[in-house]
Nanobody, 123 residues
Framework: QVQLVESGGGLVQAGGSLRLSCAAS????????RAWFRQPPGKEREFVAA????????HYADSVKGRFIISRDNAKNTVYLQMNSLKPEDTAVYYC????????????????WGQGTQVTVSS
């Protein structure tokens, strides 16, 4: 069984940056694409960014394009989300997941999630 653990969230002012990490343990995620989702307060979980197994292809939600960068280190079984120029509307709990297909942009695809990491952007 794979366990995904998100970290790196926190409170930041608008315009600031944060780097999230998602480490996988339990077994290797060889061949899996990875993705970040977020759930703003009172809203449904939404797609943020995805990256294929090799890291050679990435896909972003329009709302974060040009500000967020997804990357991965397969040797560490870890995926990252560098978030720049943060806005108050980026406030959410951020989650990662993995999939055999790429890109997966629907949160309903996944049956289980980690605990997520809270990102709060103050204005």
């Amino acid at each position: 069984q794979v366990q995904l653990v998100e970290s790196g969230g926190g409170l930041v002012q608008a315009g600031g940056s944060l780097r999230l990490s998602c480490a996988a343990s339990g077994r290797t995620l060889s061949g899996y694409a990875r993705a970040w989702f977020r759930q703003p307060p009172g809203k449904e979980r939404e797609f943020v960014a995805a990256i294929n197994w090799s890291g050679g292809s990435t896909h972003y939600a329009d709302s974060v394009k040009g500000r967020f960068i997804i990357s991965r280190d397969n040797a560490k079984n870890t995926v990252y989300l560098q978030m720049n120029s943060l806005k108050p509307e980026d406030t959410a709990v951020y989650y990662c997941n993995r999939a055999r297909t790429y890109p997966v942009t629907s949160a309903t695809t996944f049956a289980s999630w980690g605990q997520g990491t809270q990102v709060t952007v103050s204005s």
